[in-house]
């Protein structure tokens, strides 16, 4: 079985959680290089602009927000394709059907969608990240639930259901959330969570997961910190553990991610 992991940032990767778990799986697999799609015709650049980089020789490069494809295999030597890229701001179906052809040139046949949103969720507490998938098989194999979400979307979702009902390709997406009040990059705690669930997915053993996780308890550390500082902040935060504790974590489910989900959308239709 030959499967496809992809993550993209901008509105579906809050803390850029999904789309660094997919660079940390890259750099820990030493996954190859192989090709990317030129974003001419899908970024604004106003939006997403080009990095100016200078390399260790004291020279300069651009480095444009393209959608990046390395190859690797897992533990068993079944082909693993890592996707990463920017969310396009134009032509979604076009760009859709060109990732998903590249998809097909390595024979995929599951794909992982990865996604990070802004919930309602205490930062002291596990991050549960939710499996979806419209395949019911996928659903049996790995404990996930039928998505019910209506309302805008992001390109992964798109990827995600494009692949499986044009094309046939085992699809499901992985969700975590993050804390609204912490959503700056880097989110550690997410993206650790990510990868953990990643690998217990595709057997993924001894990733060089321990750096990671200090700084996901250093992250922790600093939220506390500034929290101590600021009792209102304490106090909001408080509450959120309290309704996460009575509820037996209700984040972990299906439904209530789907609602945290509805209410970030609010939240950005407000703004």
């Known amino acids: 079985m030959s499967t496809a992991i992809a993550a993209f940032a901008g509105w579906n990767d809050a803390g850029s959680a999904a789309s660094d778990a997919i660079t940390f799986l890259a750099h820990s697999l030493g996954a190859e290089d192989a090709g990317s799609i030129s974003p001419e ?6 939006v997403n602009r080009p990095l100016v980089r200078v390399d260790a020789d004291g020279r300069r490069h651009l480095r ?6 390395w ?3 897992t533990p068993g030597g079944e082909p693993l394709i890592l996707v990463c890229g920017v969310e396009p701001s134009f032509h979604w179906q076009t760009f859709t059907a060109e990732v ?3 998809l097909r040139q390595w024979e995929v046949d599951q794909l992982i969608v990865v996604g990070a949103l802004l919930a309602d969720v205490p930062h002291s507490r596990s991050i549960p990240v939710q499996i979806t998938s419209e395949s019911e098989s996928l659903r049996r194999q790995f404990g996930g639930d039928q998505p019910s979400y209506e309302g805008p979307t992001g390109i992964v979702s798109v990827l995600e259901q494009t692949a499986f009902e044009d094309h046939g390709i085992e699809s499901m997406a992985l969700w975590a959330p993050v804390p609204h009040y912490v959503a700056n990059p880097p989110s550690p705690k997410a993206e650790l ?3 953990g669930k990643l690998a217990e997915i595709l057997g ?8 990671l996780a200090d700084e996901a308890r250093a992250w922790t550390e600093g939220v506390n910190s500034l929290a101590a500082s600021d009792p209102e902040i304490a106090g909001y935060i408080a509450s959120l553990e ?6 037996d974590s209700p ?6 991610l789907a609602k945290e989900f509805e209410r970030y959308l609010r939240r950005r239709g407000n703004q």
């Open 41 to 46: 015709d899908y970024c604004d650049f106003q």
């Open 64 to 69: 444009w927000p393209s959608t990046d494809f």
């Open 71 to 73: 190859t690797t295999e």
């Open 100 to 102: 998903i052809e590249r």
């Open 193 to 195: 969570a990510i990868i």
């Open 204 to 211: 993924l053993d001894d990733l060089p997961t321990a750096e």
């Open 242 to 247: 309290a309704a996460n504790d009575a509820l």
């Open 251 to 256: 984040a972990a489910s299906g439904e209530a």
